[in-house]
């Protein structure tokens, strides 16, 4: 039995303060490499018209520590197309149609102004400077979706239909890629109309911040839509979502889990003496 003294502790006290030690000291070398990267697409450097959609032909561009996806169809005289990503300082509210692609329903960036980015069609990727593991990001409404599904358009139905209880929806699922090779999915409703009571039917019009997390470590992100009113061409609802704050963790060096590991392996107790 053992037996304690003025001067003793309990077998392996010292190598747990001392373990303890290390592995608060790597946990500390760890956070900080890892400290979050954020794009909030402030930094992208917009001319008078306040937006860009790849009218330079520049392709894919960079903001922060991503790529974004983004071409352009210069073929007819009034500019048309570009899908994948634009950015945009707009925020007209009111203006419903595709004229006014580029405004978030909000009226501007997360926190109400600022720039965000815009998302068009499935060909809207991401890819990271080096894989991370994505905490999540801010997605809200561009003012045509919103304003299409509200109300409807020549192209688009009225959610909920003259009655109102037509069950619509429509949204955006975020994949997360890891060397070519999905890792998981997140689906994130812009509207529902699904419910038993139609009070509880809505359209987002604020910045809600997703959850993304689960996607685990990736280095691709990649963006698409659905909607429960679809034609001969597809989605009819416009398909688009405006994003800002995307929000990631880089992954640690392989060093510090090393050490991290290290710090985490049992060491052997030392015999207390008795004085």
Known sequence: ?????????????????????????????????????????????????????????GGDFTVGNGTFSGTFNNTFSFGC?????????????????????????????FGGAGQFGVAFTDSANITLASAANITGTYLTNTTYSALSMLNGDSFAKQFGGASGTDEDWFSVTVEGRLSGAATS??????????????????????????????????????????????????????????VDFITSIPEPSTGLLCALGLAAMPKRPRRSQKV
């Open 81 to 109: 197309c570009w899908d994948g990503w634009s950015v945009s300082n707009h925020g007209d509210t009111a203006t419903p149609g595709f004229g006014n692609q580029y405004s978030a329903i909000t009226g501007g960036g």
């Open 185 to 242: 999915s997140v689906e994130f409703f812009l509207a529902d109309y699904r419910f038993a009571n139609s009070v509880d039917d809505y359209i987002i019009d604020d910045w809600t911040w997703v959850d993304l997390s689960s996607l685990g470590l990736v280095d691709e992100l990649s963006f698409s839509f659905a909607s429960s009113d679809v034609g001969d061409f597809g989605v009819n609802t416009p398909s688009y979502v405006a």
């Open 1 to 57: 039995m053992h037996t304690l003294t003025r001067h003793s502790r309990p077998n392996g006290f010292v190598s747990r303060i001392l373990t303890s030690s290390v592995l608060a000291a790597a946990t500390m070398l760890v956070a900080a490499t890892a400290t979050a990267n954020t794009i909030n697409f402030d930094d992208f450097t917009l001319d008078g018209s306040g937006f860009y959609n790849g009218s330079d032909l």
